[in-house]
T-cell receptor, first 111, second 115 residues
Framework: KQEVTQIPAALSVPEGENLVLNCSFT??????LQWFRQDPGKGLTSLLL?????REQTSGRLNASLDKSSGRSTLYIAASQPGDSATYLC??????????FGQGTRLTINP | EADIYQTPRYLVIGTGKKITLECSQT?????MYWYQQDPGMELHLIHY???????EKGDLSSESTVSRIRTEHFPLTLESARPSHTSQYLC??????????????FGEGSWLTVV
């Protein structure tokens, strides 16, 4: 059974810092891995999707990496801003779009 | 911005009532999903559909049912609500045309409280 773990559960950093969020999964046979952002009381917004054949994806200040063999992914956020405060969720697709989610990392950026 | 809509956003109902959570998308996506999320916990897939007249149960057992009569609609129904059904329900859709999957788009969620 695929299990997804995100560490840390919560993170608080000063504005402007670069930071890394971690995601690990137990079964390396995945179709893709996605990072999402969830704001309080809202749905999820897809940030980055990494196909199983890729090693990283970049979008603006965000960079996500994927190491399938070790079952790990990282989300790097550069020059953090207060607007980046949210819960960040990692999910792996074990079949065509059947996602297994981690519990998320609650990120707070302090002005 | 994703064109996927859920209604109602917030609902408080009494035990034993029947409720339907609506979900519609205007992107023409074949694949649609319902996830359940308790506060501070992971999302769990409870239903999915790969197209019209196709529905399957997800990984988490749920007493709810779904239907997919039209591509754009994927309603979820609870015939007799119980307090244990209190949760956030998130609808999602994707094109599913890629071999390894495509970006999935989520609605803003329906918060259900059963008293």
């Amino acid at each position: 059974k695929q299990e997804v773990t995100q560490i840390p559960a919560a993170l608080s950093v000063p504005e402007g810092e670069n930071l890394v969020l971690n995601c690990s999964f137990t079964d390396s046979a995945i179709y893709n891995l996605q990072w999402f952002r969830q704001d309080p009381g809202k749905g999820l917004t897809s940030l980055l999707l990494i196909q199983s054949s890729q090693r990283e994806q970049t979008s603006g200040r965000l960079n996500a990496s994927l190491d399938k063999s070790s079952g790990r992914s990282t989300l790097y956020i550069a020059a953090s801003q207060p607007g980046d405060s949210a819960t960040y969720l990692c999910a792996v697709a074990k079949g065509a779009q059947k996602l297994v989610f981690g519990q998320g990392t609650r990120l707070t950026i302090n002005p | 911005e994703a064109d996927i809509y859920q209604t109602p956003r917030y609902l408080v109902i009494g035990t034993g009532k029947k409720i339907t959570l609506e979900c519609s998308q205007t992107m023409g996506h074949d694949k649609m999903y319902w996830y359940q999320q308790d506060p501070g916990m992971e999302l769990h897939l409870i239903h999915y559909s790969y197209g019209v007249n196709s529905t399957e149960k997800g990984d988490l057992s749920s007493e709810s049912t779904v239907s997919r009569i039209r591509t754009e609609h994927f309603p979820l129904t609870l015939e007799s609500a119980r307090p244990s059904h209190t949760s956030q329900y998130l609808c999602a859709s994707s094109t599913g045309t890629g071999v390894y999957g495509n970006t999935i788009y989520f609605g803003e969620g329906s918060w259900l409280t059963v008293v």
